[in-house]
């Protein structure tokens, strides 16, 4: 289990707990977070699970897939250097207290 902490754009924080081998948008999607649509539902055709990590998380997470890559040429909102798809995140215990800052819109 770990403790994902989503920011909306307007700053304010929700924190939700996830399963280890989860991706970080199915326990997004289960809370209702705002902002996280994953409709492809994470079979990453579509890039409506953006998110911006926090700086600080970067290093522990994977690597990104070339198809993560291209697909983040798609998202609504601005591309960035810490942007990812958060359906290709994996959950797991190194992961407890990510942060994650949601765009202003996924369409």
Request: aromatic share 4%.
């Amino acid at each position: 289990m770990a403790k994902i902490n989503f920011f909306a754009a307007d700053g304010s924080k929700t924190e939700v707990e996830a399963v280890s081998g989860d991706s970080v948008m199915h326990p997004a999607l289960g809370a209702h977070i705002k902002g996280i649509l994953g409709e492809c539902g994470g079979s990453l055709a579509c890039a409506t699970c953006h998110v911006y990590v926090a700086d600080e998380w970067l290093d522990k997470l994977a690597s990104m897939s070339d198809l993560e890559n291209e697909m983040l040429d798609a998202t609504a909102c601005e591309r960035r250097p810490n942007s990812r798809l958060c359906c290709q995140i994996e959950v797991s215990g190194a992961l407890d207290g990510l942060a994650v800052i949601l765009p202003q819109s996924q369409l």
